[in-house]
């Protein structure tokens, strides 16, 4: 169990709330319809929605690898309720400062990458009728984005170890590689090997790229100085002011200013609320 220290639920994040939504929506109107009889989960749900090698390769259901991650487990609901934790804690501030517009495709591209590398893997591996469902490669996403837009962000581990986000997304990540390799040497690791980690780690990877690839963009500023300064070059100027031409050239790293940082400094303490 993870929390920040900083207030940052409740406002300006429409696209994290209504994917909660979506989700626990889907949970419950699966639950029902298998009840009642009229959707079975095995035989309907999992069988045209859930992601399996089989189904996408062998059957050409290619929309799996997509609708796969609004589904989850229906035997017990902690599968929907942590997912759902996480994005509910980390979401609503990745998502104001990307925009909402942008935060959905960021979390759909990072379902979808951990769906096409579980789908790779487990075909690899002559796993092809073992259904995959969950968020969980695009909430991966969203910890990893958290990351990098708020490194120095203290967070509470267990509610009670304050330890840095990039610390914790970073142990996060080492964790989900160390059970691959474990999976891969043919140890059983009993309940956790039915945990999707190869999803975990394309969802990673995806986010990873995303914001390696956009940190030069102001909208990307993050605590631990992923923007960058500029140096002054003068050139020759063809135009009729007098003097040589000013050109900026980015250039190295600076600390963010406060006013870069619309939620706030990564550095500032604990709201009162919420001191031990």
Sequence with gaps: MITPFSLIWGYRAPVTIGLIAVNAAIWFIMVATDSLGLLPIDKWWFQY?????EGVIHRF???QILTNVFLHDTTSILHLFFNMYFLWVFGPRVERRFSSRTFVVF????????SILSLVMRALMGDWTMPSIGASAAIFGVLVAY?????NDLLLLFFVIPIKAWKTVLGLVIIEVVFIIVTLLGIDLGV????????????????AVWM???????????????????????LP??????????????????RPAPKDHPEGSDNEPPPDWFKL
């Design 61 to 63: 259901l290619v929309y």
């Design 192 to 207: 956790l090997s039915q945990i999707d980690h190869w999803a975990h780690l394309g969802g990673s990877a995806a986010a």
């Design 49 to 53: 929605f859930a992601m399996t090698p």
């Design 237 to 254: 100027n063809p135009g009729r002011t007098r003097g040589p031409r000013r050109v900026r050239i980015l250039l190295g790293r600076r």
């Design 107 to 114: 979390y759909l591209v990072c379902g979808v990458s951990g």
């Design 147 to 151: 990351g990098f837009l708020f490194a």
């Design 212 to 234: 390696l690839v956009m940190a030069r963009r102001t909208q990307h500023i993050t605590g631990i100085g992923w923007t960058h300064d500029g140096i002054i070059v003068e």
